[in-house]
């Protein structure tokens, strides 16, 4: 069954802790991406790989720091640094190209206490 | 001006009647289109893409692209309660070394009236 997964769906933090996102993709997609999204608004992209071994930072990557090893994997590693950490956050796939299509998984809410 | 930009609603329309949602962008480069529904709590779930001008229709959905006037609209029609969600347009440049990078909107949010 093809898809993205994403765990845990919900992670409690507390502050000034170091947490990490999975994402994990069978799309056999080259290109990776993180998102976030607060309540209300739109989505804002953290982080996005083209192909393994290689990532760029998107809009607000401050405090967050990613790796991609495997084509499969993109973590996000969500850092004490990140000021207000507390979002949903979503991991999207994609072929590469300007018509591919992009699908996102479940998702995960953070939550820091 | 924001580079993709919509309505925020709420779009109220009454259940089986055509709900029209409109998108436009700002950069003429823009090559792909892409409708996403999302509901409240959830991910965003694809459900057209559009490349060319015109209308490109799927079951009770059509998207409609106009380049010329950097304008894509997704209509429902025979809306149901169940299409009550956030709709999310995206658009993807086709230039430098982000060809795949979305840019979305902040979407419309869709309440159908049963």
């Known amino acids: 069954d093809g898809g993205i997964t994403q765990s845990p769906k919900y992670l409690f933090r507390k502050e000034g802790q170091n947490v990490t996102l999975s994402c994990e993709q069978n799309?056999?997609?080259?290109?990776m991406y993180w998102y976030r999204q607060d309540p209300g608004q739109g989505l804002r992209l953290i982080y996005y790989?083209?192909?393994?071994?290689?990532?760029q930072k998107g809009d607000i990557a401050e405090g967050y720091s990613v790796s991609r090893e495997k084509k499969e994997s993109f973590p996000l590693t969500v850092t004490s640094a990140q000021k207000n950490p507390t979002a949903f956050y979503l991991c999207a796939s994609s072929g590469q190209g300007a018509y591919n299509e992009q699908f996102f998984g479940p998702g995960t809410r953070l939550t820091v206490l | 001006q924001k580079e993709v930009e919509q309505n925020s609603g709420p779009l109220s329309v009454p259940e089986g009647a055509i709900a029209s949602l409109n998108c436009t962008y700002s950069?003429?480069?823009?090559?792909?289109f892409f409708w996403y529904r999302q509901y409240s709590g959830k991910s965003p779930e694809l459900i057209m893409s559009?490349?060319?001008?015109g209308d490109k229709e799927d079951g009770r959905f059509t998207a409609q692209l106009n380049k010329a006037s950097q304008y894509v609209s997704l209509l429902i029609r025979d809306s149901q309660p169940s299409d009550s969600a956030t709709y999310l347009c995206a658009v993807r440049r086709a230039y430098g070394g982000a060809t795949n990078k979305l840019i979305f909107g902040t979407g419309t949010l869709l309440a159908v009236q049963p």
């Open positions: 950069d003429r480069v823009s090559q792909s």
């Open positions: 799309l056999n997609h080259d290109a």
């Open positions: 790989s083209q192909i393994v071994n290689d990532f």
């Open positions: 559009i490349y060319s001008n």
